[in-house]
């Protein structure tokens, strides 16, 4: 069973730059397509990014091309994804999240685990 915790998720202004870290235990990650999924109060969860197990295939979400990028190290069980030019529509809880479709970002039928989400905030 694969076990994912992100981190470095917070307060953040417009404009500006964070990177989470998705790091993984229980199981070898490169089994695994990873991807990262928001939500915010009242809306479903979204899905933003995918990288597949041998992260030669990548997909980001339209709303956030060109701003984020996703990246992953097998070697140190971890996932990446890297933020920049934030917009406050941008704030959500964040999850990364095992089995993602590089075709299909929202698709979650094929998730088999989740994180507990880490909060990313963007405000003055």
């Known amino acids: 069973q694969l076990q994912l915790v992100e981190s470095g998720g917070g307060l953040v202004e417009p404009g500006g730059s964070v990177g989470l870290s998705c790091t993984t235990s229980g199981d070898r990650l490169d089994l695994y397509s990873i991807g990262w999924f928001r939500q915010v109060p009242g809306k479903e969860r979204e899905g933003v990014s995918c990288?597949?197990?041998?992260?030669?295939?990548?997909a980001v979400a339209d709303s956030v091309k060109g701003r984020f990028t996703i990246s992953r190290d097998n070697a140190k069980n971890t996932v990446y994804m890297q933020m920049n030019s934030l917009m406050k529509e941008d704030t959500a809880v964040y999850y990364c999240a095992a089995g993602c479709v590089t075709s299909d970002l929202d698709e979650k039928l094929y998730v088999g685990f989740w994180g507990q989400g880490t909060q990313v905030t963007v405000s003055e």
């Open positions: 990288i597949s197990s041998s992260g030669y295939v990548t």
